[in-house]
Nanobody, 125 residues
Framework: QVQLVESGGGLVQTGGSLRLSCAAS?????????MGWFRQAPGKEREFVAA????????FYGDSVKGRFTIYSDNAKNTLYLQMNTLKPEDTAVYYCAAGTQIGSTSEASSYNYWGQGTQVTVSS
């Protein structure tokens, strides 16, 4: 069983930065096919933010965050990160860390079989 615990959310002003962390336990990152971040704003569907695919090693980003967000991992710490810069009010959402152990599309929530509890990010205008 995999447990994912997010941290790092909070309140930030427009243009500010936050770094989200996702600590994994139960299995190592090397056993995951996809590791990613999704977000969900009130009244909206869950949206793909970013992901790392292990084989071949590639990163993927949603169109709305390209150039502003960076996903990376520290395999020694079994932790996934999301560096968020130049934040906008429309980035306000609950951010979820997710892990997938089987081959699947990195941007589809159905490809991930483990999810964290979420962390709130609020960007004030």
């Amino acid at each position: 069983q995999v447990q994912l615990v997010e941290s790092g959310g909070g309140l930030v002003q427009t243009g500010g930065s936050l770094r989200l962390s996702c600590a994994a336990s139960g299995r190592t990152f090397s056993s995951m096919y996809n590791m990613g971040w999704f977000r969900q704003a009130p009244g909206k569907e869950r949206e793909f933010v970013a992901a790392i695919r292990r084989l071949p090693a590639m990163t993927f980003y949603g169109d709305s965050v390209k150039g502003r967000f960076t996903i990376y991992s520290d395999n020694a710490k079994n932790t996934l990160y999301l560096q968020m810069n130049t934040l906008k009010p429309e980035d306000t959402a609950v951010y979820y860390c997710a892990a997938g152990t089987q081959i699947g599309s990195t941007s589809e929530a159905s490809s991930y079989n483990y999810w964290g509890q979420g962390t709130q990010v609020t960007v004030s205008s």
